[in-house]
């Protein structure tokens, strides 16, 4: 709606990444168009998720500046507050964060069905959401497939991420 | 440690309080249903057009940019009347025949003049078909007009639609011609929007000679227009055909696309009603059945939500929607919680190899994308029409999906219940595990499992609006989802982006998350202190 009177940000995306059928970029000029195009979803996705991750990484850092050992032993040795925090309590708070984020990358594209529907973008979430409603269940399966498929990697990939980031955790062990 | 005590310290706290009144709010409107909604199905097209399309609620009026608009307007304005089901309907009636009044002389006998009582033989009540009769005689070479019209005020802006409507019989006509107008009349002048006229009266018409060639093209145009004797006819002026109205074609200066924005630009009195022109040749004779004259002014203001783009009654779609999501959150909440506390606490109970595949099962469960698996069982369940009813088809498929959330954390609770002191003692005296389980375990899980319910209620009930707004749930009856849904093409500057159903729906689903949240947190809360 902001969208709609200000027109600074379209809504329906399709038609504004080809201006309504006018002009067809290409390389970079595509890639612009289609950045200020996803402007307002991705807007709309991070203020939807930004207070759930923002609640975990601050419980966990509170959790491993004020009671974890080593922060309590840096303490003590006389290390100054801010080192301590930069480079002991937020490095280890951000594990659990990083596994959220792996999640999300995962996870985040079920989003996408409602933001495609509401920005009239033909994505696979709008794709999908056609096959289901015109009961077209080969199409349906080959999302599926995608989709299924898009998460067993990110997941995958995500375990090897963890293992870099986490020394206590070894591949292949 | 009693559960009233509980109860009484759960209430005492604020939170609670608003948590639970805005529950039982939503419930009751639910539940309330068949009652408050004036229509069970505001999709159907019998529920449309109950007022113009995209009208505002009528408290709207408090706003400035509102404060002009219509309301609806019927006439007659009492549903008795409506029906035309009473004799005394008739006295609704206004009569007048302003030019001739001396030439035409009525059935009942009364002074030269004057007008008679209208309840008289003049227009009566028909008892045996419930219909208005109207008797002329008289003897005459001049036309002889009669008005039968309602009056109201009218002091807002023009509306969009308006009809008028009318049966007419005639029974017996004698020595003369007939034609039958309904008209709108302002300060400005007649406006005619319907005509039917017998060939007698056609002729009279057109040979006028101001507006004869109006009438040769209205009667030429129209050829359902022709007043059938001893038959009933069906005289109708409606907005949405207004190419078709009489005054389009004699007066050059209404724009046909604009006739209800012309007639009703006017602030003040207006007239609307029948004409009954008689052109008489000598001694006439004329007897007319006809039904009570119907008219509406589709108002611009609605109800308690206003309308929706077909112009049915948003209120009823909000209530509706509202009994749906909670059903559907409700049913689906008790599969999932009595699948998902059953296997958390055999899971937890017995563990061992048990508990490891239950738990694979949970992770199974939780890890696979929800929505898309939602999507495509959906989809092959409704193909398969193996469930008769869509919203049972989801509140069984959110019920059946949901529980590895539940028994995840039933399964932990039970875990370290397990190992206090009291399970074991009564372990050792030889307790079967029903009991254990019964009156130990269960108790003690009893707060988490009550707290979960008020935490998946609202979610389920967010899955099935989703669902129905991408399209794929409960098709055709309004709920939360397809309001939405339907907002997405209907939403426009010209129509305040329809606040009032946005609004409505995405308050409401934000209040019942809330209530439910701050509900379920106090009972959490008071449980851990009671325990």
């Given at each position: 709606m902001l969208a709609d009177q200000a027109?600074?940000?379209?809504?329906n995306l399709a038609f504004a990444l080809n201006c309504g059928g006018v002009c067809h970029p290409t390389g970079l000029e595509y890639y612009l168009r289609y950045l200020w195009a996803a402007t307002l979803p991705i807007i709309v996705l991070t203020i939807l998720g930004f207070g759930h991750r923002q609640q975990l990484l601050r419980n966990n850092i509170i959790e491993e500046y004020n009671s974890s050992s080593y922060a309590i032993y840096a303490r003590a040795r006389g290390i100054p507050s801010r080192q301590i925090f930069y480079k002991h309590a937020f490095r280890n708070a951000l594990l659990p964060w990083v596994t959220q984020v792996g999640l999300d990358v995962a996870f985040l594209i079920y989003g996408l069905f409602f933001v495609e529907v509401i920005f009239q973008f033909p994505g696979i979430g709008y794709a999908s959401v056609l096959a289901a409603t015109t009961l077209d269940i080969p199409f349906l399966i080959s999302t599926t497939f995608l989709f299924g498929l898009y998460t067993l990697l990110v997941l995958f990939v995500l375990d090897f991420v963890y293992a870099m980031l986490d020394p206590r955790i070894r591949l292949g062990e | 440690m009693s559960s009233l005590s509980f109860v009484k310290s759960v209430l005492r706290r604020r939170d609670a309080i608003v948590g639970l009144a805005i529950i039982l709010f939503f419930a009751l409107i639910a539940l309330l249903a068949p009652l408050i909604a004036p229509f069970s199905n505001a999709y159907n097209p019998k529920a449309y057009f109950v007022a113009s399309p995209d009208s505002p609620p009528?408290?709207?009026?408090?706003?400035p940019p509102y404060s002009s608009l219509p309301p609806n307007i019927v006439l007659p304005p009492t549903p008795s009347y409506q029906l035309f089901?009473?004799?005394?309907?008739?006295?609704?009636w206004q009569v007048l025949d302003p030019v001739n009044s001396p030439v035409i002389k009525y059935s009942q006998s009364g002074p030269v003049g004057v007008l008679p009582p209208i309840s008289g033989a003049f227009v009566s009540y028909d008892?045996?078909?419930?219909s208005e009769l109207v008797n002329l005689t008289g003897d005459s070479t001049t036309p002889v007009p009669l008005y039968l019209y309602h009056e109201f005020g009218y002091n807002y802006q023009p509306p969009d639609y308006f009809y008028a409507q009318l049966l007419v019989k005639p029974i017996t006509v004698q020595g003369a011609s007939l034609a039958i107008f309904l008209f709108v009349q302002n300060e400005k002048g007649v406006y005619p929007v319907a005509l039917f006229a017998d060939s007698g009266a056609q002729t009279y018409l057109e040979s006028l000679p101001n507006l004869g060639s109006g009438y040769l093209n209205y009667f030429a145009t129209n050829t359902q227009s022709t007043l059938n004797k001893g038959a009933w006819n069906f005289i109708s002026a409606i907005t949405t055909a207004?190419?078709?109205?009489?005054l389009v074609y004699l007066n050059k200066s209404v724009n046909p696309l604009l006739v209800s924005q012309t007639l009703f630009s006017e602030k003040g009195e207006y007239k609307v009603g029948e004409l009954i022109l008689v052109i008489p040749h000598g001694k006439y004779t004329i007897a007319l059945q006809q039904t009570d004259f119907k008219f509406q002014i589709f108002g611009k203001i609605y109800g308690l939500l206003g309308t929706d783009a077909n112009g049915a009654d948003v209120w009823s779609e909000f209530v509706t929607g509202t009994r749906l999501a909670l059903g559907i959150g409700f049913g689906a909440s008790a599969i999932t919680m009595a699948i998902g506390v059953l296997l958390g606490l055999v899971a937890g109970f017995f563990g061992g190899f048990v508990d490891s595949a239950l738990i694979f099962l949970f992770d199974f469960l939780l890890l696979l994308p929800g929505l898309i698996l939602l999507i495509d069982l959906d989809t092959i369940f409704t193909i398969t029409h193996a469930v008769p009813n869509k919203a049972l088809l989801i509140t069984l498929l959110l019920g059946f999906l949901g529980f590895a959330g539940v028994s995840r954390i039933v399964r932990s609770q039970v875990l370290s219940l397990k190992t206090r002191t009291y399970v074991q003692a009564a372990q050792v005296m030889g307790a079967s595990n029903f009991y254990i389980v019964r009156s130990h375990i269960l108790k003690h899980t009893a707060g988490t499992i009550i707290a979960l319910v008020t935490y998946i209620v609202p979610g389920l009930v967010i899955a099935d609006a989703g669902l129905d707004f991408l399209g794929i749930?409960?098709?055709n009856t309004p709920t939360w989802g397809n309001m939405l849904n339907n907002l997405l093409n209907q939403a426009t500057a010209s129509n305040g982006y329809l606040w009032w159903i946005s609004l409505s729906v995405g308050l409401s689903i934000i209040a019942l998350s809330v209530g439910f949240y701050l509900f379920g947190t106090a009972i959490q809360e008071e449980f851990s202190r009671f325990s």
């Amino acid at each position: 709606m902001l969208a709609d009177q200000a027109r600074i940000f379209p809504i329906n995306l399709a038609f504004a990444l080809n201006c309504g059928g006018v002009c067809h970029p290409t390389g970079l000029e595509y890639y612009l168009r289609y950045l200020w195009a996803a402007t307002l979803p991705i807007i709309v996705l991070t203020i939807l998720g930004f207070g759930h991750r923002q609640q975990l990484l601050r419980n966990n850092i509170i959790e491993e500046y004020n009671s974890s050992s080593y922060a309590i032993y840096a303490r003590a040795r006389g290390i100054p507050s801010r080192q301590i925090f930069y480079k002991h309590a937020f490095r280890n708070a951000l594990l659990p964060w990083v596994t959220q984020v792996g999640l999300d990358v995962a996870f985040l594209i079920y989003g996408l069905f409602f933001v495609e529907v509401i920005f009239q973008f033909p994505g696979i979430g709008y794709a999908s959401v056609l096959a289901a409603t015109t009961l077209d269940i080969p199409f349906l399966i080959s999302t599926t497939f995608l989709f299924g498929l898009y998460t067993l990697l990110v997941l995958f990939v995500l375990d090897f991420v963890y293992a870099m980031l986490d020394p206590r955790i070894r591949l292949g062990e | 440690m009693s559960s009233l005590s509980f109860v009484k310290s759960v209430l005492r706290r604020r939170d609670a309080i608003v948590g639970l009144a805005i529950i039982l709010f939503f419930a009751l409107i639910a539940l309330l249903a068949p009652l408050i909604a004036p229509f069970s199905n505001a999709y159907n097209p019998k529920a449309y057009f109950v007022a113009s399309p995209d009208s505002p609620p009528a408290w709207a009026r408090i706003f400035p940019p509102y404060s002009s608009l219509p309301p609806n307007i019927v006439l007659p304005p009492t549903p008795s009347y409506q029906l035309f089901k009473v004799p005394s309907a008739i006295q609704y009636w206004q009569v007048l025949d302003p030019v001739n009044s001396p030439v035409i002389k009525y059935s009942q006998s009364g002074p030269v003049g004057v007008l008679p009582p209208i309840s008289g033989a003049f227009v009566s009540y028909d008892p045996t078909s419930g219909s208005e009769l109207v008797n002329l005689t008289g003897d005459s070479t001049t036309p002889v007009p009669l008005y039968l019209y309602h009056e109201f005020g009218y002091n807002y802006q023009p509306p969009d639609y308006f009809y008028a409507q009318l049966l007419v019989k005639p029974i017996t006509v004698q020595g003369a011609s007939l034609a039958i107008f309904l008209f709108v009349q302002n300060e400005k002048g007649v406006y005619p929007v319907a005509l039917f006229a017998d060939s007698g009266a056609q002729t009279y018409l057109e040979s006028l000679p101001n507006l004869g060639s109006g009438y040769l093209n209205y009667f030429a145009t129209n050829t359902q227009s022709t007043l059938n004797k001893g038959a009933w006819n069906f005289i109708s002026a409606i907005t949405t055909a207004s190419a078709y109205m009489p005054l389009v074609y004699l007066n050059k200066s209404v724009n046909p696309l604009l006739v209800s924005q012309t007639l009703f630009s006017e602030k003040g009195e207006y007239k609307v009603g029948e004409l009954i022109l008689v052109i008489p040749h000598g001694k006439y004779t004329i007897a007319l059945q006809q039904t009570d004259f119907k008219f509406q002014i589709f108002g611009k203001i609605y109800g308690l939500l206003g309308t929706d783009a077909n112009g049915a009654d948003v209120w009823s779609e909000f209530v509706t929607g509202t009994r749906l999501a909670l059903g559907i959150g409700f049913g689906a909440s008790a599969i999932t919680m009595a699948i998902g506390v059953l296997l958390g606490l055999v899971a937890g109970f017995f563990g061992g190899f048990v508990d490891s595949a239950l738990i694979f099962l949970f992770d199974f469960l939780l890890l696979l994308p929800g929505l898309i698996l939602l999507i495509d069982l959906d989809t092959i369940f409704t193909i398969t029409h193996a469930v008769p009813n869509k919203a049972l088809l989801i509140t069984l498929l959110l019920g059946f999906l949901g529980f590895a959330g539940v028994s995840r954390i039933v399964r932990s609770q039970v875990l370290s219940l397990k190992t206090r002191t009291y399970v074991q003692a009564a372990q050792v005296m030889g307790a079967s595990n029903f009991y254990i389980v019964r009156s130990h375990i269960l108790k003690h899980t009893a707060g988490t499992i009550i707290a979960l319910v008020t935490y998946i209620v609202p979610g389920l009930v967010i899955a099935d609006a989703g669902l129905d707004f991408l399209g794929i749930g409960i098709i055709n009856t309004p709920t939360w989802g397809n309001m939405l849904n339907n907002l997405l093409n209907q939403a426009t500057a010209s129509n305040g982006y329809l606040w009032w159903i946005s609004l409505s729906v995405g308050l409401s689903i934000i209040a019942l998350s809330v209530g439910f949240y701050l509900f379920g947190t106090a009972i959490q809360e008071e449980f851990s202190r009671f325990s």
